[in-house]
């Protein structure tokens, strides 16, 4: 194809966004709305996931170790759990820290504790946390198999209910973004279908003037892709309208930080993939729909002649 030729394309195609104004105005409501309903469930599951990860992040384990243990010993335990695969903390928790954070929630039972005198009843132990709450498991066993460790304490009931808890959001989640992708890109393709068809008049001229397939697809093609880069941007700037809006109310209310839980992913440090990612999708899912339904109804043409 020739240069000229292919700005004469670009151009038409430019110029058929306004020339059918009213069609290139459904397409872009319709893949507006597609890249919000997909945009919008892809960021819930992100931060569902990302709030998972921050009640992971408080999960301890605490490893006790045996009374007789020397602190030459303990350092070296201290090790060993530092070189575990996944272990990412290790906070060692001295018996005198232990037996003074007893004191201090159990004031009643003063008298208690002076009786013991000088005396400890409690171990040296560390508290580690994991990588991977999934590997718990294997994690409490190799801290289990270390000499000197007299027993690990785990969640693991606790443990349990988030891993199964994060499995059912993320199967619940991926089936409702592929549902809407399936339904989005129905829409669409209906949409530019009837598109299309609202000017079958014009293809039927270029295609009496001699003018090849690809010759009549590539303005479509144009017209699909700033179509659906303009549905990009305008969803990028209602995602990051209604993401930060967002954030605000549950940042002012101190809604999750009530609960215990971590906060939303702030929007400044996912603004480049999401605005990438609408901007290419409708972009490509806007040319690519005019492309396949042109071409549609060119065999459908070429079928009846």
Known sequence: MKLSSFRYLVSQGFDNVWKNRVMAFASFCVLLVSLLLVGISVLFYININAVIGSIEDKNEVIVYLL????DARIEEIGKQLTAMDNVSAVTLYSREEAFADLKASMNDYTQV?????????????YRIRVNDIAQMEETVA??????????VSAPDSFVE??????RVIAIIAIAIIIALLIVSMVIISNTTRAS?????????????????????????????MVNGFMAGAV????????YDSLVDMLGNFNVLSTIGLGSIIPYESIAIWVTVAYILAGSLIGALGSVFSTRAHLKHRAANM
């Open 196 to 224: 299309v068809f609202a000017r079958r008049r014009e293809i039927s001229i270029m295609q009496s003037v001699g003018a090849t397939k690809a010759f009549i697809r590539f303005p479509f093609f144009v017209e699909g």
């Open 142 to 151: 190799a801290a289990n198999a270390i000499p000197d460790v007299e027993y």
């Open 235 to 242: 969803a990028t700037l209602l995602t990051w309208f209604t």
């Open 161 to 166: 209910l988030l891993t199964e808890l994060r």
């Open 67 to 70: 009374d007789e243990t020397d």
């Open 113 to 125: 504790f002076e009786s013991l005198g000088d005396d400890n009843p409690l171990p040296d132990a």
